[in-house]
């Protein structure tokens, strides 16, 4: 009698305590059980559609583990960093000091990266870069939270400058937006075109996010170069293409560019893009067992074919899985975090491929056209690539 009485009278007391607020604290702690994963990505302006296919990859990455990193539950949190630098640091803080993330997931833009990157190396929150290419992340501003799952911007079209050659095109013009991402893609594609024996005839920019070309279109006409190599990326991609043919130069002065020119926009653009030639760390047709279980498995939950960006989400979230399964869930054991994130070897759809020291990707490149809107692969321009990250210590 007693004791069901007690037992009786300890539950009134847990839903008093309930009601008047006192399980709160517990309540919370709960919740804090839950991995707070914050998204930091453009869903709006010129590369909504890249933000886009990044979440999508990402979270097929952690549904394949039941929805689970390390055996807990996830909690996600968002920001639209509208692919404005200035707002950077500003919306990472939304989600490292405000949400309380346990891991950054973000960007594209490579001047927003930059505020990502300083609130990371601030606060030491995890940060995986699922695209944005900025040399400096995995350079002089390394550091052992930081890691990228992509790119570096001069990577792939440092290997763009020999296939040129070796197709007679030796005298280029180089257009882009003018921004770190395209002024580092720049960097690689002189490194390798003069190393083959090409010569730059003009350096063209264009504000980011600008799409009026006209002018530009006009002057490379004018000039008459054997080629035309350029870095411009999604809805922008689409009207530089369009833009292209529309002046009358595809199918004159053959078009060139690091391959983000024609990925996740084939379709935008239609003929337009048909027979550009570019270098990249994916391409459609890859003929490997993960690349076609990963694009049917896509396709299928999206009805959208996936890209660079779904394959640079999808091993962001691969990481983050392979991280947290090997400190089962505890990221605040940091040291062993890291270990095992640093010396991943990642099964992508790209191919496999490991992390550099200073935490880029090491993977081939690939030499690709566009044929019956498809990247079709015809080649392998580097392999291994590494950017060993000029200026990262580590500490
Ligand atoms: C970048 O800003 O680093 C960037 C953006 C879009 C791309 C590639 C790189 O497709």
Not at 52 to 80: C, H, P, S, T, W
Not at 147 to 160: C, D, K, V, W, Y
Not at 229 to 237: K, P, S, T, W, Y
Not at 350 to 357: D, F, L, N, V, Y
Request: charged share 20%; with cysteine.
């Amino acid at each position: 009698m007693t004791s069901r009485r007690l037992v009786l009278t300890r539950s009134a007391a847990l839903i008093g305590a309930a009601t008047s607020g006192l399980l709160l604290p517990q309540l919370a702690r709960a919740q804090g059980n839950k991995i707070r994963v914050g998204l930091m990505l453009p869903y709006t302006g010129t590369y909504a559609q890249l933000g886009v296919a990044i979440e999508n990859g990402f979270r097929m990455a952690i549904d394949e583990q039941g929805g689970k990193l390390g055996g807990r539950e996830i909690e996600y949190f968002k920001v639209d960093d509208e692919s404005e630098p200035p707002k950077g640091v500003e919306n990472a803080n939304k989600l490292v000091l405000r949400d309380k993330v346990d891991v950054l997931i973000g960007t594209v833009h490579s001047g927003v990266q930059m505020g990502i990157q300083k609130v990371a190396r601030d606060t030491g929150v995890l940060s995986i870069i699922p695209n944005a290419g900025v040399l400096a992340a995995t350079g002089g501003l390394c550091a052992p939270n930081v890691f990228r799952a992509s790119f570096s911007n001069s990577q792939p079209t440092r290997a763009l400058g020999a296939p040129m050659v070796k197709a007679g095109h030796k005298k280029a013009v180089w257009i882009t937006w003018k921004y770190s991402a395209g002024d580092e893609a720049y960097l690689g594609f002189k490194e390798g075109f003069l190393a083959a024996g090409g010569t730059i005839v003009k350096e063209i920019a264009v504000p980011f996010p600008n799409v009026e070309f006209q002018a530009q279109l006009t002057e490379i006409a004018a000039l008459n170069p054997d080629a035309v190599a350029c870095f411009f990326a999604g809805g922008g991609a689409v009207k530089f293409m369009k833009d292209y043919a529309a002046a009358g130069l595809k199918g004159k002065i053959p078009l060139y560019g690091s391959g983000f020119l024609t990925e996740g926009v084939l379709d935008a653009a239609g003929a337009a893009a048909d027979g550009v030639t570019t270098t990249l760390h994916y391409a459609d047709g890859l003929d490997n067992a993960k690349n076609k279980a990963f694009r049917l498995a896509y396709a299928k939950q999206f009805k959208l074919q996936p890209d660079v960006y779904a394959v640079q989400g999808y091993d962001s979230g691969q990481l983050l899985v392979l991280g947290a399964n090997a400190v089962k869930g505890d990221l605040s054991n940091k040291k062993a975090l890291y270990a095992a994130m640093g010396g991943a070897t990642i099964d992508s759809p790209r191919g496999k491929w490991k992390m550099s020291k200073a935490h880029n990707p090491i993977q081939d490149i690939y030499l690709r056209r566009v044929e019956n809107g498809e990247n079709k692969v015809i080649g392998v321009a580097a392999k291994q690539l590494v950017d060993d990250g000029p200026g990262c210590k580590m500490t």
